[in-house]
């Protein structure tokens, strides 16, 4: 890139002829109107994942401990990869 590049670009002057577009007041307000109704009626909802399985509660306290020890055995497993390579 040469100090005259800079001189020949373009790109800012066909920038400038672009026109910002504006939403539609009133549609907006429709729109925002919905939104805000459906995330009330979601809120209201219980979860379909807890509905679909009974006694969700020691999965939710088994899946963090199961993943605990596939991170600790990975762990172990660097390093041990680690000292066989360096010989230690």
């Known amino acids: 890139?040469?100090?005259?590049?800079?001189?020949?670009?373009?790109?800012p002057d066909a920038l400038s002829i672009l026109s910002t577009h504006e939403p539609d007041p009133i549609r907006a307000a429709e729109i925002r109107t919905r939104c805000h109704a459906a995330l009330r009626k979601g809120a209201r909802r219980p979860s379909l994942v807890v509905a679909a399985i009974p006694d969700a509660g020691w999965r939710r306290a088994l899946a963090p401990a199961i993943v605990g020890s596939l991170c600790a055995v990975y762990l172990f497993e660097v390093l041990s990869r680690a000292l066989r390579l360096y010989r230690l």
């Open 1 to 11: 890139m040469n100090p005259h590049d800079v001189w020949s670009d373009h790109v």
